[in-house]
T-cell receptor, first 114, second 115 residues
Framework: GNSVTQMEGPVTLSEEAFLTINCTYT??????LFWYVQYPGEGLQLLLK?????DKGSNKGFEATYRKETTSFHLEKGSVQVSDSAVYFC?????????????FGKGTLLTVNP | KAGVTQTPRYLIKTRGQQVTLSCSPI?????VSWYQQTPGQGLQFLFE???????NKGNFPGRFSGRQFSNSRSEMNVSTLELGDSALYLC??????????????FGEGSWLTVV
């Protein structure tokens, strides 16, 4: 079946540090890949997505590139801010009949200190 | 454009009771899905509805059920509540068409505590 493995953390960084959260997946075919962010006490917000190999998703300074050869979708940001502190989830959805079901990683807690 | 709206946001129930949670999808979105989030199991898919039909179901017992109405609004029900059902229940909707057809948007969730 489909699965997502992501760096569990927690990750603690100083403001303006470089961020990488690793995410790898297992799925047949060509899934769509997503990063969601969850701030304390809130639901999930879509951060970025990529729907085919070599696509780069980007939003709010965050980037992730869909790497088919390494089945990876690592999240990066060049300079984190205190406001980026949250839990980050990598997820995939498969095409076809299960297209509307997301499979999530376990989440990575990021804390950014001033 | 309003986002996915879930009610109630917080509720406390007693073991053995039942609960109904409600979800209004983003206007124009026809697919509605539900997820359970717990510290131990993470985010798990419950079920997905489209045009009032359940198309996908996760690995949850029959105590968990749902339905979708003709206006795409959805409800989920949990009967005979157990302590382990305490969780954040997230509703999500998807447009199914266009460039973002396969993107799933989440609501703020309903926090259920079973005591």
């Amino acid at each position: 079946g489909n699965s997502v493995t992501q760096m569990e953390g927690p990750v603690t960084l100083s403001e303006e540090a470089f961020l990488t959260i690793n995410c790898t997946y297992t799925a047949t075919g060509y899934p769509s890949l997503f990063w969601y962010v969850q701030y304390p006490g809130e639901g999930l917000q879509l951060l970025l997505k990529a729907t085919k190999a070599d696509d780069k998703g980007s939003n709010k300074g965050f980037e992730a590139t869909y790497r088919k050869e390494t089945t990876s979708f690592h999240l990066e940001k060049g300079s984190v801010q205190v406001s980026d502190s949250a839990v980050y989830f990598c997820a995939l959805s498969k095409g076809g009949g299960s297209n509307y079901k997301l499979t999530f990683g376990k989440g990575t807690l990021l804390t950014v200190n001033p | 454009k309003a986002g996915v709206t879930q009610t109630p946001r917080y509720l406390i129930k007693t073991r053995g009771q039942q609960v109904t949670l409600s979800c209004s999808p983003i206007s124009g979105h026809r697919s509605v899905s539900w997820y359970q989030q717990t510290p131990g199991q993470g985010l798990q898919f419950l079920f997905e509805y489209f045009s009032e039909t359940q198309r996908n179901k996760g690995n949850f017992p029959g105590r968990f059920s749902g339905r979708q109405f003709s206006n795409s609004r959805s409800e989920m029900n949990v009967s005979t509540l157990e302590l382990g059902d305490s969780a954040l229940y997230l509703c999500a909707s998807s447009p199914l068409t266009g460039a973002s057809g396969n993107t799933i948007y989440f609501g703020e969730g309903s926090w259920l505590t079973v005591v």
